[in-house]
């Protein structure tokens, strides 16, 4: 593990770190979301990072807070094998981000994951649409305020029987 | 009588709207939901030119049953039964990769012993895990025997779970700090007897693939990836391995006694589907390896930890100790705390890299439990890799990905 991954970034991208912190070993470093195509650019390119494998893209629902969602990215260097934890707030009226899928072309489909269960928008991804859930469902099933028992929906299939069985 | 119908047009020369016209458009193919080679229920929509793809559209979430939502609302024991039920064919890792994330929060360690059953448990399933791939995939490009050969040594490591756990199918066998019970000399002799008999069947395997021509036609040189590209994808597991990248989770962060045994990482050289399939088959003999020389070492003691505020206490102490009478309660009524903070612990699953997320806030649930399943990113890989081949390498392409749509789809 590198610990001083922190410091790289806020030397190289002063405006756009935001703090590093460590857990178990794991080192997670905040940022904003501007930027987030160049910053991975630079992980992945730079020769004493090489971020060259993108494990995992997931978000997190703060309800109440400022910013609202949290986007994270699990990065991972099959070369060096050392992984970081690179993450971004968002707020909920501007819940957009720049797809980093010119980075990683692992972003294709998990981004499009983020998109249908959390409802997060990447922009210039290739092909954002719902990968789970069907293109006409309504909300965002990760996010706090969604029952998970659903919303009742199981009552209106057309397909259950409706009529009393008869005796 | 109209004048332009065909009598009278013999006598011209031919126009241009005359002639033959080679019909030169896109066919668009619907594949599945239901169809026996997707391994679940997948559907792709494949764009042919003649019987070429020119691209291939995976459409999933027909297994989608909100997983990581549901694991919102549970305790972190509760947890466990549900993620067998990720990936099925390999429950056990599946255990394994989630309790691994959990201690990890919690910064418990496991008794010696405990480690090395579970990565005798671990290996075997690797073995069933890559057995029935071999056999579902032969039978996918056509080859039946094999798949009533790799069955028949399948059942054997089944019955060895039934003896060990009490199932077949969806294990629930680990436990946060440990496993849920020790390993019978019983079970340890039949092990033993399997290890002997295993090398010779896999050989058996080789006698009917390796040089077989058909088999060498539907697998060489099909949905060949580049290592450039398969790290680009994300792709993990021995879909990279076979494209000659060095990257096994057991031996770059090894965890439970990987680190104490000897053995190797075969690689491929091709990224093609054949090389593939040479590494899960290297792959097993590796596992057999690894488990005769754990079960050699293997030390006497626990498996399972000693930490009254996680794990349960055994049921005869809760009945007449009133300390692990308070524990026992507090675990299954309110769950365990682990502090506040996020980890990620991936660990090396029959298909590639299986990673849990959990983000905690401190409270007896996880805030939000992410699951990095190895099938899904594989899948975001497939069009790509599908592009430019026939339509009837497509089944093959699937199986080369060890694709299971529980665990894709969650």
Avoid at chain 2, 320 to 336: A, R
Wanted: hydrophobic share 40%; charged share 25%.
């Amino acid at each position: 593990m590198n610990p001083e991954i922190g410091q790289i970034i806020q030397e190289k991208f002063p405006s756009e770190f935001v703090g590093a912190k460590e857990f178990r070993n794991e080192i997670t470093v905040s940022v904003k979301p501007e930027r987030i195509v160049e910053i991975g650019r630079f992980l992945r390119d730079d020769s004493s990072l090489a971020f060259d494998h993108l494990s995992d893209i997931f978000s997190v629902d703060n309800p109440g807070r400022e910013e609202r969602f949290e986007v994270i990215y699990l990065l991972n260097s099959i070369l060096y094998h050392h992984r970081l934890r690179l993450k971004t707030g968002l707020r909920e009226d501007r819940c957009e981000i720049d797809s980093v899928y010119p980075v990683w072309r692992a972003a294709g489909f998990l981004e499009r994951e983020v998109y249908d269960l959390m409802g997060i928008r990447f922009r210039n991804h290739p092909d954002l649409r719902r990968i789970f859930l069907p293109e006409d469902f309504d909300g965002h099933p990760l996010r706090k305020e969604f029952p998970t028992e659903g919303k009742g929906w199981r009552n209106t299939f057309d397909f259950l029987p409706t009529e009393e069985p008869q005796a | 009588m109209d004048l332009n119908e065909a009598p009278f047009r013999e006598n011209r020369p031919p126009e241009e709207d005359d002639l033959p016209v080679r019909r030169n458009e896109e066919l668009l193919l619907n594949m599945g939901p239901q169809h026996p080679a997707t391994h679940g229920v997948l559907r792709v929509v494949l764009e042919l030119e003649g019987e070429k793809i020119v691209k291939a559209t995976p459409d999933l979430g027909y297994l989608h049953r909100g997983v990581e939502k549901l694991c919102e609302g549970l305790t972190y024991q509760q947890i466990i039964p549900h993620t067998d039920r990720l990936d099925y064919i390999c429950s056990m890792t599946n255990n394994f990769a989630y309790v691994r994330a959990v201690e990890k929060l919690l910064g418990v360690s496991i008794p010696e012993r405990g480690e090395y059953v579970r990565t005798i448990i671990a290996e075997m399933q690797r073995i069933v895990g890559h057995l029935f791939w071999l056999g579902t995939q032969a039978l996918d490009i056509g080859a039946m025997t094999i798949f009533f050969w790799t069955f028949r040594e399948r059942e054997v490591l089944l019955d060895l779970f039934e003896q060990i756990c009490g199932a077949r199918l969806t294990m629930n066998y680990f436990r946060i700090g440990g496993v849920n019970g020790d390993l019978t000399p019983d079970v340890i002799g039949k092990l033993r007897d399997f290890l002997k008999t295993f090398p010779s069947k896999i050989d058996e395997y080789d006698t009917l693939l390796m040089n077989n021509r058909i088999w060498i036609s539907r697998t060489k040189d099909i949905a060949v990836i580049s290592a450039e590209d398969a790290v680009n994808f994300g792709l993990t597991g021995p879909t990279l391995r076979g494209s000659g990248v060095y990257y096994d989770i057991r031996k770059v962060e090894p965890y439970a006694a990987y680190a104490k045994v000897e053995w190797e990482v075969p690689l491929g050289r091709n990224g093609d589907t054949y090389d593939r399939y040479w590494v899960r088959m290297q792959e097993m003999i590796q596992s057999v390896r690894i488990i005769s020389q754990c079960l050699d070492r293997l030390p006497d003691g626990p498996v399972l930890t000693d930490v009254p505020q996680v794990v349960a206490p055994p049921k005869e102490k809760v009945m007449q100790d009133m300390q692990s009478l308070i524990h026992h309660f507090i675990i299954f009524t309110e769950g365990f705390r682990p502090p506040a903070g996020e980890v990620y612990c991936a660990t090396e699953a029959p298909k590639g890299e299986l990673g849990f997320s959990i983000v905690s806030d401190g409270g007896p649930k996880p805030y939000r439990l992410k699951i990095r399943s190895p099938s899904y990113v594989h899948l975001g890989a497939f069009d790509h890799m599908a592009r430019g081949y026939m339509i009837a390498d497509i089944v093959t392409i699937f199986g080369s990905y060890d694709i299971v749509m529980g665990e894709c789809d969650r």
